[in-house]
Each structure stands twice: as C-alpha cells, then as structure tokens.
C-alpha cells in the first residue's frame, strides 16, 4: 500500500469506483480503500442501468473493479478507514483498519448508506428476491402484485404511494413500536387505496421467489406477493463530520454541482449525498468527483510528496460553482 497518495477513495460502490476510473484516466496517485459491505449486496439483480440492465450487482462492480485496475496509478484495498484527519492546506491522514496510515491531497468520500432491516422470520432468504427497500430500483418487476410495506415512521405513507407506479394493491403493515400514523396520513392512505394493517409483522411465508405473505404477531396471514421496507437509513457519514463536512438535516453531506463539500479538497457522490440513490446516478456523481478531484491537482506533480492545495475559486460557497477546466 502507497504511504502517500493524490487521491483516497473510501467505497469501491459505483460512486467510488467511478470517481477512482476518473483519477486514474488523470494520472493521479489514487487509493481505494472498502470496507466490502455494498449497499445492494443481497439483491439478485440491479436495475435500470443503461447497457447493463438487468445485472448481478456483484457482477457488475467485478466488471468495475477489473476497469479500474487497468489503470497502474489506482490501488485497490480491502479494509476500513477507521480515522480521517487533516486539511487542504496540510494534507489529510487516514489510518486503515486501525493501523496503516496514509496521507492524500485530496479525498472523496463515498461509503454510502446502511439500511436498518426488519427483523422478521424468513427475511434473509428472501431479501433481494422478493424482499426489497428501494421502490425505484425493483417497482418495475413487481408491477400488477399485491405489495406489502413495512416500516416505522412518518416516511412510510410517502414511501408506500410511490409503489402505486407499478403494484396492483398496497398494504402498510405497521410497526407499533415506532411512530403511529396521524390522523391526514391516514386519509390520505385512505384516499389511495392504501390499505394500513397494525402489526407488528413476524415472519415472511412462502418460499423465497415465492413468498405469500406476511405474519402479523396475532398469527394472521396478510396476503402479498412482494414486500418493500422502510425503516431508517443511515449514511456514513462519521469520517464527514469529523472533518467538519456540512450535513443536512437528514445526515447527508452537503456538495455542490461538483461534489465538492463544504470542506476544501473534500468530495463526496453515491448514496451518502441529498438525490435519488440509484446506481447510475451514484456512478455519475463519482465520475464527477473523480474529475473535480482531479482537475483541482493540475499543474502539481503526481509524487509521494503532496501536491499543493486548489485554487481559491474551487472552495465551496453558496450559490457558487467551481469554473470547469
């Protein structure tokens, strides 16, 4: 592993491993570090991808990795940032599984998000078959069932309407030990057609592929073929707020049109950032932090020794963009 770099990539997801493409294609000294849990790990298929749709996701980030490897400049490792400190001016140091240390000019961030799953009887065997939590990313396979939502919390209502695309009938299952529904959430559930069961559910039936229904605690049956969830989702963003990154209200970092955050030399794309969490758009995000990233080092060698940090014009403010190069 480089002791220095121009570039660390945390998450070798879509985001992260477009961004790191990006910086070998510039010729710049890029680490990758994951931690090698991607979000879409258990799914069967991913979606919507132009020229590669329908595929296995881990197919798909082989087929990535096995890209970005063709490029000498960008290392690839397997492990977890467990510290992250520094600046622009300075450098920045992260310290790998609790022990290697690395410096970098520049980071990009994009370690996504970690999703709080149901704790129910069956859901390992079906999650990614028959079970999911995104309703963009498998509405379209699911189109004409009878969908069930799970989750906790005022989202839930929202999330559920966004299945009537595609399901021929929604239910909400709720969870009692979390947040009950108010009074308009539920006529506007009722002015849809959404149906609302109080749980809590306990177990998947059926078999994975071919599930059922869902048990509620009661022992009843709610009929359903697919299931869709949605309890809390947390971006890792930790790294991010230790160095001073600006987080929205819901945790995610806060970027400009180019991926840079509020901190100088900081970028961050995927799923931990405000948008639509969809592959593509991680992947797009990534190339645009991988060439950000890139193009703020131009001019500086690309050593072990740092480069200088970027131009004023590249920091972050509101209502400002960075000028393209």
Not at 13 to 36: I, N
Not at 181 to 193: S, V, Y
Not at 235 to 260: R, S, Y
Not at 297 to 320: C, K, N, S, V
């Amino acid at each position: 592993m480089p002791s220095s770099v121009d570039a660390l990539v945390i998450g070798a997801g879509p985001a992260g491993l477009s961004a790191a493409l990006w910086l070998g294609r510039y010729q710049r000294a890029t680490l990758v570090v994951d931690a090698g849990e991607p979000r879409n790990r258990h799914a069967d298929l991913a979606h919507g991808i132009p020229g590669r749709d329908p595929v296995a996701p881990g197919e798909l980030l082989a087929a990535m990795r096995a890209e970005v490897e063709r490029y000498p400049e960008v290392c690839l490792r397997p492990g977890t940032v467990t510290d992250l400190r520094g600046d622009c001016e300075s450098g920045f140091t992260a310290v790998i599984d609790g022990s290697d240390r690395v410096t970098a000019a520049r980071v990009v961030l994009a370690s996504g998000v970690s999703d709080q799953l149901p704790q129910l009887e069956g859901f390992e065997e079906h999650y990614g078959t028959d079970v999911h939590h995104c309703p963009a990313c498998d509405g379209y396979e699911i189109r004409g069932q009878d969908v069930i939502v799970l989750g906790s919390g005022d989202q839930v209502p929202a999330f559920a309407s966004e299945l009537l695309d595609w399901a021929g009938t929604v239910r909400i299952i709720t969870d009692t030990t979390g947040p009950a529904f108010d009074a308009g959430q539920r006529r506007a559930l009722d002015e849809h057609g959404i149906e609302v069961v109080d749980g809590p559910a306990t177990a998947l039936v059926g078999e994975p592929g071919a599930l059922t229904g869902v048990r509620l605690e009661n022992g009843t049956c709610v009929p359903g073929t697919s299931v869709f969830f949605s309890y809390a989702h947390r971006p890792a963003h930790q790294l991010a707020a230790g160095l001073g990154c600006e987080l929205d209200d819901d945790g995610q970092i806060v970027v400009n049109g180019f991926q840079l955050t509020s901190v100088d030399g900081v970028y961050a794309a995927g799923d931990l950032t405000p948008g639509l969490q969809l592959v593509i758009i991680a992947m797009g995000q990534g190339v645009s932090a991988g060439v950000a990233c890139a193009t703020s080092l131009r001019g500086r060698g690309t050593t072990e020794a740092r480069p200088d940090p970027a131009p004023p014009t590249r920091r972050f403010a509101a209502g400002h963009q960075p000028a393209a190069r």
